[in-house]
């Protein structure tokens, strides 16, 4: 059974990774239109994956007797400055996720949950994973800059990645 503190703080988790999932999809929009399909793929495949984040959470706080609740979310931002902004967007984003991962697992500590800290120790690998892909495409984008031949590329480089991501 969860506590009061624990249901609500992977509530909070819970809204997060939809709001990841969201923030991805508006990049894959993005990137489509500007007709960038590795980038735009990618970006799907990473909106889903944040999807499946989330439901896992779902399922987790349900199966334990609490209540994992479905809440509004803002909108993301629809358009990026460039595909260096948002990637940049994207790893501070992941930064964030996990400093987020770090709290919960601080608060399952502090109840003395060890099932939801065991639980936690999933996403918290995941994200090590996450910021290290995050930052190596930032990497790629920062030696490209905004040469139109560098960034074709680069598409094609981020198109592989999502051929060869592990499934989550
Ligand atoms: Fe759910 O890992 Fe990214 O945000």
Do not use: C
């Amino acid at each position: 059974m969860l506590t009061e503190t624990i249901e609500k703080a992977l509530n909070e988790q819970i809204k997060i990774e939809a709001s990841s999932s969201q923030v991805y999809l508006s990049m894959a929009s993005w990137a489509e239109i500007q007709g960038f399909e590795g980038v735009s793929s990618f970006m799907y495949a990473h909106s889903d994956e944040e999807r499946m984040h989330m439901l896992k959470l779902v399922k987790f706080v349900n199966e334990r007797g609490g209540h994992a609740r479905v809440s509004t979310l803002e909108a993301p931002p629809a358009k990026f400055g460039s595909f260096k902004e948002m990637f940049q967007t994207l790893f501070d984003h992941e930064v964030m996720v996990s400093s987020k991962i770090n709290d919960l697992v601080d608060i399952t500590l502090k109840e003395k949950d060890y099932a939801t800290h065991n639980f936690l120790q999933w996403y918290v690998a995941e994200q090590i994973e996450e910021e290290a892909l995050a930052r190596t495409i930032l990497d790629k984008i920062n030696l490209i800059g905004d040469d139109k031949g560098g960034l074709y590329l680069f598409d094609n480089d981020v198109k592989l990645l999502v051929t060869n991501e592990e499934p989550v």
